[in-house]
């Protein structure tokens, strides 16, 4: 017996589909590879051996595609066949009259027009509006895809989502959280995001007509986002295919591409080792974060000049004064008395629901305060500044870069420059003779922000404080550029890949961010252009 296997190696996840000479699927097997590719290919390859007695004595021919296929090419001796091409043979043999083709991945999302020369649209600098983007908007919503999709099902509502960054889209949803919205129209608008990314982002102006047919794994398993993309590009003149096999459909492309390759024996194909290392070039090696113990005191001793007075609640009477900052992501409260001593602070993730947050540390603070102490005023500033002055009367509202250029007053009355990284925001303020006379903020990618590093604390497992000690013991940071933070979630798997500790990708994300401050969002050349007294804050 002979048959044709064909392996998709994408950016989360590896597919096998096994044929035989009529093209008739044997095998097929779609799962999630969690940044270990070699071990979940050997795991794949190995069930569908053990699964088919029949294969135990086959002649077979493999090809391999996706992302992640040149490692396994490398490694297992196999050929290589380009994406585009494995998902048109499959195409061309099995929905020959295909016009279009809208495949969502992990980390990527391509159209590809199949009439005349085939030409293919994908994304590049961002991931806003694949399987990355989906899955964190449902860990958002405490689900995961499949329970978004359900949910989709019974929405009344679609409201404007960003898709073009998932940080961003976080905001609009934790707004729509904050003013009551559903979950089901949440997850229905979440659809309706990638499908406004996926068709203004890739085909910009260029007809998407004709036979239309979905492939990947977001569009297979998720049938409400199947209908969000019917109804926009439905002109009652377009039909729509979702093949039975969708999510493999490239991975059977490379089976039938690998017909005219040299045959081998399966169990030698299993005996194959991944013997070929890869090593992480000496030029993506960056310096330590400190070269020693005795450095990285002095860092510390200079920071501590600003220290900030604190004093026990009980131990001071009189006015009182309460200062709430509403972030994106998190809430920050402070309560300080008349010499600006800080009796009661505050900082936590509002988990989306800041209100309810503020209003507990609030029924705290009046729980400690005794007949001598009253709050004699209060402010707020950031996200939430007006939603929650209105709900909950708070005196006095600020514009966050005031709040900022305040307080860094307060600790350098000469300060010329502030920066501040919060959770999915980033301000540098230049200042001249105590008023902003400027200000950057990033605008279409929030990578180096708060968010963007929890994701990648998160992905390994650690907390942000935990993220930060292996940060400092690195002694080879690995430069992973500042790119898009799901794009970047590549870099990191191939880092791991390549050797790599966590404390070097730790290192190298903390590099990330400061590249990303002053390349992209200051885009300044010369560093000591910043100013004599640079201040920096947020809880980044």
Known sequence: MKIHMGLDVGSTTVKLVIINENYEILFQEYTRHRSDIEETTKNVLRQAYDSHPEFKNSDCTIMVTGSGGMYVEDNLNIEFIQEVVAGTTAIKKYIPNADVCIELGGEDSKITYLKGNVEQRMNSICAGGTGAFIDQMAALLKTDASGLNELAK??????????????????????????????????????????????????????????????????????????????????????????????????????????????????ELLNRSYDKKQEISDDLILEPLFKNEQEKEEFYENHKKSNVKFKNIDDVEGNLYLGIDAGSTTSKIVVIDEDCNIVYDFYANNQGNPLDLVKEQLSVIYSKLNENQKIASSGITGYGEDFIKQALSVDFGEVETIAHLTAARYFDPDVDFVLDIGGQDMKAMHVNDGIIDSIQLNEACSSGCGSFIETFAHSLNLSVQEFQQKALESENPVDLGSRCTVFMNSKVKQAQKEGASVSDIAAGLCYSVIKNAIQKVIKLRDPSKLGEHIVVQGGT
């Open 154 to 267: 019974d929405y009344k509502k679609i409201f404007s989502i960003a898709s073009r960054c998932g940080v961003y889209a976080k905001t609009d949803i934790q707004a729509l959280i904050n003013q009551g919205a559903t979950k089901e129209d949440m997850a229905v608008s979440v659809f309706q995001s990638v499908v406004n990314q996926t068709i203004s982002n890739l085909a910009c102006g260029r007809p998407i007509e004709g036979n239309i047919v979905f492939l990947g794994g977001p569009l297979y398993f998720l049938s409400e986002l199947r209908n969000r993309f019917i109804t926009t590009l439905d002109d009652g003149v377009n039909t729509f295919y979702s093949p039975e096999n969708a999510q493999v459909f490239v991975a059977l492309g490379a089976a039938i591409a690998s017909m005219n390759e040299q045959s081998i024996k399966y169990e």
